[in-house]
């Protein structure tokens, strides 16, 4: 019944490595999202991205990229990582244009270190 | 700025009623979604409200007042599985959605 994917729940990373955080949806959505969720704070957007190929900042995109080269596939990749990269990282899927009751579908997150 | 306030944590017996507030101030509304998030697990939907009034879906119900830029989420007969948080999230103007930091609520035998 799974249908967001993220490949990895938990990663320890050393400050300067590349890391890639991968996401997969099964339910044919053409909205992808990454969020990173942080004690205290809302849900916070990095990227999101609305077809294949295509790719828009968020409110946070400082030091992350995206890539969605596949429909069902969306990664987050942390060129640098940083300790203050230290976070939740969620995906999530939707259908459509977002109006009405056009909710998101979350993954199960991936809990990122940087040490 | 955007704005999404809701209390921190919040503590029930099972058996009882909670109810969680979310209150907002947004450029502009286009609806506002309750999340229900158990410890290491994804956001699920609860709950939209677009128009003013409750919405009620089986033990839980959402209340909406666009005047007063709030919402709360009502859960009764709790049980210890709805220990969990629970996040507001409004859809602004531009049809993003601004998101509370999430009420975690805390069930007590």
């Known amino acids: 019944d799974v249908k967001v994917t993220q490949s990895s729940r938990y990663l320890v990373k050393r400050t300067g490595e590349k890391v890639f955080l991968e996401c997969v949806q099964d339910m044919d959505h053409e909205n992808m999202f990454w969020y990173r969720q942080d004690p205290g704070l809302g849900l916070r957007l990095i990227y999101f991205?609305?077809?294949?190929?295509?790719?828009e900042k968020g409110d946070i995109p400082e030091g992350y990229s995206v890539s969605r080269e596949k429909k069902e596939r969306f990664s987050l990749i942390l060129e640098s990582a940083s300790t203050n990269q230290t976070s939740m990282y969620l995906c999530?899927?939707?259908?459509?244009?977002?109006?009405?009751?056009?909710?998101?579908?979350f993954g199960a997150g991936s809990r990122l270190t940087v040490l | 700025g955007q704005n999404i306030d809701q209390p921190t944590e919040m503590t029930a017996t099972e058996g009882a009623i909670v109810q969680i507030n979310c209150t907002y101030q947004t450029s502009g509304f286009n609806g506002l979604f309750w999340y229900q998030q158990h410890a290491g697990e994804a956001p699920t939907f609860l709950s939209y409200?677009?128009l003013d009034g409750l919405e009620e879906k089986g033990r839980f119900s959402s209340f909406l007042s666009r005047s007063k830029g709030y919402s709360y989420l009502l859960l009764k007969e709790l049980q210890m599985k709805d220990s969990a948080s629970y996040l507001c999230?409004?859809?602004?103007?531009?049809?993003?959605?601004?998101w509370g930091a999430g009420t975690k609520l805390i069930i007590k035998p």
């Open positions: 991205s609305y077809d294949v190929k295509m790719k």
């Open positions: 999230a409004v859809r602004d103007s531009n049809y993003q959605l601004i």
């Open positions: 999530a899927s939707a259908r459509g244009e977002p109006s009405g009751a056009n909710v998101l579908t």
């Open positions: 409200n677009v």
